[in-house]
């Protein structure tokens, strides 16, 4: 799901130390092999680092998904039987059957997806760009290994091409063998598959001005994922847009992660012709809720609409195949609470003062500039100047 780039947080150490003390109960002994398939043993007996770290999470027929990311909260799923576990190149991957929730993506001890709850956030990501859009018709995903997104992008009739970028091909099998109601489009004739590193692929001078929606299914901002959480990233995607396209990444949760929320909304300000947060809730998230980051390019000069209002709506005779998205929960998605609204504005407002200001500071550099022409030119000293100018420049070059 929302994390599928490699991290490299010590999620072992981390719950090897606190999670025993705060989970363990009167019988120590007690641990969810019981909870394992013969299958999943096996595969633990030839993995032991990645076998014993599953187990330390999985106490007493129990999952919890304890972080520093969001500390002093954790989201624990009853486990009936472990599926799969392995290490790959980029993380750990486990996938497990629960009691409540259907069959569950683990990775680096993270939940991803869940077959219960997943469309919400899958439905959401894709759709709120792409009912934006008043004709999508090249679609970009980075992430989304699982498949979900490809799910919902298909669901598009008018989308020609559907390119979908992703690091991990562990993940992408993981998802077809244990969760094949999610990675059910791979095989549509306009997904193509290109594995590799996400912001590396969009920085190819060929994709610039390709797309008309790109959604990011990212991990959080620690490890390789940070860079996708940073303005280069987001300029990036700036470049690789059509004119008038539209940007959906994962945005983090407001109620642990408002600092990071503002930021993300200041930075890619600077970039986009408007910016707005969204809103889903998804139980088996962090705080049961994550947020979704919707921006527009500019639309030669002309003003573009947000992403607030759907331009399309879902066709009569195929709302059947929605189950979490409407034209009405579109909209209000946007309807956030007054503290979370209250930063996203104030985010807003910051980012068009530093515009504004370094609009101010070029103006202010480019007159001082010409000033300074005419009086080289006034003094019959442009050459000698000129000279030194270059020579200045050749020795930076050489540095």
Known sequence: MHRFVARYFPCREYLDESFLAQFARDDPTTTASSAMSSDAAAAASSTPATAQANLNRLQNGWFSEINV?????ACSL???????????EYQDIMVFRSKSFGNVLVLDGVIQLTTRDESAYQEMIAHLPLYSHPNPKHVLIIGGGD????????????????????????VIEAGKKFFPTVAAAWDDKRVTLECGDGAVYLAKPENKGRFDVIITDSSDP????????????YQSMNEALKDGGKVCTQAESMWLHLDLIAKLVKDSSHTFANVEYATTQIPTYPAGQIGLLLCSKQLSG??????TKPTRKVPAKELDKYKYYTSELHEASFVLPAFVRARVEEAKE???????????KDAAAGGSAKKGSKKRA???????EDEKDAKAAKAEESQ
Request: charged residues 30%; glycine residues 8%; hydrophobic residues 40%.
């Open 147 to 170: 498949g979900g997104v490809i799910r919902e992008v298909v669901k598009h009739a008018g989308v020609e091409t559907i390119t979908i970028c992703e690091i991990d091909k562990v």
């Open 302 to 307: 002309r003003k573009v609409p947000t992403c």
């Open 222 to 233: 620690i490890g390789p994922a940070a860079s996708l959480f940073e303005s280069p990233f």
């Open 78 to 88: 009853q486990v009936e039987e472990v599926l799969f576990e392995q290490k790959s």
């Open 69 to 73: 990311q969001w500390e002093g909260i």
């Open 378 to 384: 006034s003094t019959g000293v442009v050459a000698e």
């Open 350 to 360: 910051t980012a068009k003062k530093e515009k504004d200001e370094l609009k101010a």
